[in-house]
C-alpha cells in the first residue's frame, strides 16, 4: 500500500469538566486545554504500526478547523506522520461538510485508506467516517477493535453491540477506529523537535469548493438534568432495606 | 402515507426492542403512525413482530440475499431509494443505526442527527454532546430530509402487540456494492441471562472485581435476581468480560429499573451510559469514588462480603 490518511480533529481534552456557557449559546472553551480527538489519535497509531511494519509508506495527517488545529497536527507530525495537511476553516464543520473536504483531499492524495476516529467527544457524532464512505462510493468498517491486510483487503474486527463482527472490505476504504484498538504511544522530545521541520501545507476551505453551509442550527445549549442526591447506607441490611422501600426487591 | 420511516433493527430472527423505541419518538413526532422498513433475507417472522407493534402504519419488507447480514453499504442505497416518500428516516442510536444512518443521510445530501433524546417540535430535537455533559437544542431547516438516530435510553417502547400493520414486499431496484463482506459474528455467550438493553435490572463490575474467575460471584447474583451482566470499560479492557458488556460512552447506554455497581469507580464515560437508570446503587470500597455522587444508595464496602451477604437475603 501506499498511502494512509489521518483524521485529526482538535477536541476539548477529554479530562476537562464541560461547563455550559450562562447564555447557553456553547460550551466553555476559552482558557480550556485542546488535545487531539482520543479516537483519532488511536487512528493516527494504528496509521505509524501498519507503515511501521511495511503496509504502507507514507502517513498524512489531516485536520480541518482554526489555524490553533496546526497545534494538534504538528503532535501528530511528533508522533511519526510525514506530512499534514490542515484546512483553514473559521466555522464549526458539521459531518457533511467534513465529509466532503476528505473527499476532496483524497482525490489529491489518492489513499488507500482512510483512518478516522469513531467519533469526536464534542459533538459525539459518529458520521464523518460513515458519510465520507458513502460520497467516496467505497466500503467503511466502524469502530474498529483489528486490522489485518491480504491482497488488497483489509479484514476487519468491529465492536459491535452483539459482540465482535468481522468484515472483509476491498480497498480503497474508510476505517473508523473503536478504543481497543491499540494504545497510542507517546511523544518524546527530539520527536518534537524534528516535528517542526516537516511538511505542514495549509489550504483554505473555501478553495476546495465544499458546501460549507450548516446542516443544522444550535438553539442552546444547557447542562443535562442533574439526578437527585442519593443517600449513603451502612450495611447491606441498609441497603436491602432501601431497594424494598422503592419497591425494587420482589 | 405516513411521513415517517422507520429501520427497523433485528438478526433475521428477533426484531430489537429499539425499534419499539424509535416508534415511541416517531409518534412524538407525527402522531399519524410511522413506517418501519425490514432489511432482510427469509425474514418474515421480523415483519410480522414489527406489524404487530403499536403505532406502525405499514411494515415494507425488502427481501434479497444480499440483505442477510446487516452491512451498511449495502443497505444504505436501498433505504436511500426508498427515502424519496419520506420526511423522516429514523434507526436506533445502536452500533446498527449507528453505522448506517449517516451512510443514509450522506446519499441524500443531508446531515444527521445523532441520539435524538427528545422531540421538541416538528423540527426541533435535543440531543446529547459532550459525552451527556451537555444538551444542545436543535433545528432542522425546512425542506431538508430529516434522518436521525434515536436514543433508545430516552424513550419507553410502544406496546409490542395490539397493531395490525398491512406488511408489503418492496421491490429496489438499486445496484448493490460487492466491496463489503460479512465474514463472522464472534459473541461471548450471555447463556440464558437477559439483554443487557433490555434487562430491568443490571448488575455491573468494574476493575475492583479483579478477574475474569471473580465475575462469577456478580453471575451469580445476577441469576438470582433475574438481572443482566455489565461492565465498566476498565473491567473489558483488563479482559474480565467481552467487550458487549461494556456499559458507557463508548459502549451500551441503557436505563433499566435498577442498576448496581459493584466495584466501578465511576469515570465521565462510565456514568453517561447509566444516568437514565432508574435507581443507581453503587458498591465500592473507596467512598470517594465518583460513582457516589450520582448513586442513589450508595454503600462503602468490600463487594466481595457485600454480594454473599446480599444473597442470602433473596
Redesign the interface.
Given at each position: 500500500m501506499d498511502k494512509i490518511l489521518v483524521g485529526l480533529k482538535r477536541v476539548v481534552d477529554y479530562n476537562v469538566r464541560i461547563r455550559v456557557k450562562p447564555d447557553g449559546s456553547g460550551v466553555v472553551t476559552d482558557g480550556v486545554k485542546m488535545s487531539i480527538n482520543p479516537f483519532d489519535e488511536i487512528a493516527l497509531e494504528e496509521a505509524l504500526r501498519i507503515k511501521e511494519r511495511g503496509d504502507a509508506s507514507e502517513v498524512i495527517a489531516v485536520s480541518i478547523g482554526p489555524p490553533d488545529c496546526q497545534q494538534q497536527l504538528r503532535t501528530g507530525l511528533a508522533m511519526g506522520a510525514d506530512r499534514a495537511i490542515l484546512v483553514e476553516a473559521d466555522q464549526e464543520t458539521d459531518p457533511l461538510a467534513a465529509a466532503g473536504i476528505f473527499l476532496e483531499i483524497i482525490g489529491r492524495e489518492q489513499p488507500d485508506i482512510v483512518l478516522l476516529g469513531k467519533q469526536a467527544i464534542d459533538d459525539d457524532c459518529s458520521q464523518t467516517g460513515q458519510m465520507l464512505a458513502a460520497l467516496w462510493g467505497r466500503p467503511q468498517a466502524t469502530f474498529a477493535s483489528k486490522i489485518e491486510f491480504s491482497n488488497g483487503t483489509a479484514s476487519v474486527t468491529r465492536e459491535v453491540d452483539a459482540g465482535l463482527e468481522v468484515i472483509d472490505v476491498d480497498l480503497p476504504a474508510v476505517i473508523t477506529t473503536d478504543l481497543r484498538l491499540n494504545e497510542p504511544r507517546y511523544v518524546k522530545l527530539p520527536d518534537i523537535m524534528k516535528a517542526k521541520k516537516k511538511p505542514l501545507e495549509v489550504i483554505g476551505a473555501g478553495d476546495l469548493g465544499v458546501d460549507m453551509s450548516p446542516q443544522f442550527s444550535a438553539v442552546r445549549h444547557e447542562p443535562p438534568a442533574e439526578r437527585q442526591k442519593g443517600v449513603m447506607v451502612e450495611d447491606v441490611d441498609g441497603l436491602i432495606a432501601a431497594l424494598k422501600d422503592k419497591d425494587l426487591l420482589g | 402515507m405516513s411521513k415517517v420511516l422507520i429501520i427497523a433493527e433485528h438478526?433475521g430472527t428477533h426484531l430489537n426492542q429499539s425499534t419499539a423505541k424509535c416508534l415511541n419518538c416517531a409518534q412524538s413526532i407525527d402522531d399519524a403512525g410511522a413506517d418501519v422498513v425490514t432489511l432482510g433475507n427469509q425474514c418474515a417472522a421480523v415483519a410480522e413482530q414489527a406489524a404487530a407493534l403499536t403505532g406502525v402504519s405499514k411494515v415494507l419488507t425488502i427481501e434479497r440475499a444480499e440483505n442477510e447480514h446487516a452491512?451498511?453499504?449495502v443497505m444504505?442505497p436501498q433505504i436511500a431509494a426508498l427515502a424519496d416518500d419520506y420526511d423522516y428516516v429514523l434507526a436506533p442510536s445502536?452500533?446498527?443505526g449507528?453505522?448506517?444512518?449517516?451512510?443514509?443521510?450522506?446519499?441524500l445530501?443531508?446531515?444527521?442527527?445523532?441520539?435524538v433524546m427528545s422531540v421538541e417540535g416538528p423540527r426541533?430535537f435535543k440531543r446529547?454532546?459532550?459525552?451527556?455533559?451537555?444538551?444542545?437544542?436543535?433545528?432542522?431547516?425546512e425542506g431538508?430530509k430529516i434522518v436521525a438516530t434515536v436514543r433508545a435510553a430516552s424513550f419507553r417502547p410502544v406496546a409490542p402487540s395490539g397493531g395490525q400493520a398491512e406488511i408489503a414486499s418492496v421491490q429496489i431496484s438499486v445496484e448493490l456494492?460487492g466491496?463489503?463482506?460479512?465474514?463472522?459474528?464472534?459473541?461471548?455467550s450471555s447463556g440464558d441471562r437477559p439483554d443487557l438493553?433490555t434487562a430491568k435490572v443490571v448488575i455491573s463490575g468494574g476493575r475492583g472485581v479483579g478477574s475474569e474467575e471473580n465475575f462469577e460471584i456478580l453471575y451469580r447474583l445476577a441469576d438470582k435476581m433475574n438481572a443482566a451482566v455489565g461492565a465498566s470499560?476498565a473491567a473489558?479492557?483488563a479482559g474480565f468480560v467481552?467487550?458487549?458488556m461494556q456499559v458507557g460512552?463508548?459502549g451500551?447506554i441503557i436505563s433499566p429499573?435498577?442498576y448496581i455497581a459493584f466495584g466501578i469507580s465511576g469515570a465521565i464515560q462510565h456514568l453517561t451510559g447509566i444516568?437514565d437508570a432508574g435507581?443507581?446503587?453503587a458498591?465500592n470500597k473507596d467512598g470517594e469514588a465518583p460513582i457516589?455522587e450520582?448513586?442513589?444508595?450508595?454503600?462503602?464496602?468490600d463487594l466481595f462480603d457485600?454480594i454473599p451477604?446480599?444473597e442470602k437475603?433473596?
Open positions: - | 438478526d452491512v451498511a453499504a444504505a445502536t452500533t446498527f449507528k453505522d448506517l444512518a449517516p451512510r443514509v443521510a450522506a446519499l445530501g443531508v446531515g444527521q442527527l445523532s441520539d426541533e446529547p454532546i459532550y459525552a451527556g455533559n451537555a444538551v444542545v437544542t436543535v433545528q432542522v431547516p431538508k456494492p466491496h463489503t463482506r460479512f465474514v463472522e459474528l464472534l459473541s461471548g438493553q470499560r473489558v479492557d467481552p467487550n458487549e460512552q463508548t451500551k429499573d435498577l444516568k435507581t443507581i446503587v458498591v457516589f450520582i448513586a442513589d444508595i450508595g454503600l462503602v464496602g457485600v451477604e446480599l437475603h433473596l
